[in-house]
Every structure is written in C-alpha cells, then in structure tokens.
C-alpha cells in the first residue's frame, strides 16, 4: 500500500471544508457551549472525513460500507446540531442553509460511493 486514495476523493475534500466551516461557527459559539453543544458538533463534524478516509483504508467491501455508512449517520448528527445551534441563535440561517446545501452534496456522494461498493459486493457473489 503505497498510497493513501482517500485524499483523491471528492467527497473527503468536501467534508473537509464542511469541518473548516463548522469549526468556524463554533469560535463564535458561547463560552457555556465549549463542553456541550461545541463539542458534540466538533467530534460528529471530525468523524464525517475521519470514517471515510478509515473505510478507505479497509480491505474488505463491507467494512468499507459500513465506514460511509457511520460517515453518513455522523453527517445527519451534525445537521441536527447545526439546526439546533440555529434555533439556539448561535449561527444565521444563510450560514445554515449553505451548510445544510454542503452536507445534502457529501450525502449525495456518500451515498453514491457506497452504492458502488455494493455493487462491486453483489458482483463478487455472484
């Protein structure tokens, strides 16, 4: 294994913008915030690119499924946080509607990964 393929992936690279942007909301999140809401979000936002570049880096196709698929469940956690720090008044609802356009395009992708990896699994059985 000469090279790590996960940094060629578009989904990974969107991902990690959605990191950089969401770690820049948080910056302007309350003080009280730092051990809840911030750090709930910090940690399901890391674990999006975090699990697909660990899924990228298995062998077997379903361990690289089940990867996007802990990828996608942490994506729809940091869309339920984001909506909560809207509600909140923590981020302004254009910083969330681009958020939530940004997490609907990585869904869209995970979901297309994944869907050719199951391919790829259906076809090995047969």
């Known amino acids: 294994m000469d090279k790590f393929t996960f940094f060629d ?3 990974y ?7 950089r942007d969401v770690y820049s909301f948080i910056d ?3 003080n ?3 051990y809840a809401l911030s750090d709930q979000l910090r940690r399901a ?7 697909i570049a ?13 990867f996007l ?3 996608y469940g942490s994506l729809t ?17 254009k910083e969330f509607a681009e958020e939530k356009e940004r997490i609907n395009v990585i869904g869209k992708q995970l979901s297309g990964l994944r869907s050719s990896f199951q391919k790829q699994l259906e076809a090995a059985s047969r």
């Open 45 to 51: 936002v890391v674990s999006v690119p975090s699990n």
């Open 69 to 71: 698929e802990i990828a």
């Open 54 to 66: 660990e899924g990228s880096g298995r062998i077997s196709v379903k361990e690289k499924i089940r």
């Open 28 to 30: 302007k999140f309350p």
């Open 9 to 11: 992936l578009r989904v």
């Open 13 to 19: 690279k969107e991902a990690k913008l959605l990191v």
């Open 77 to 93: 956690e940091t869309l339920c946080q984001l909506d909560i720090a809207l509600d909140l008044g923590y981020i302004s609802e």
């Open 32 to 34: 009280r915030e730092i």
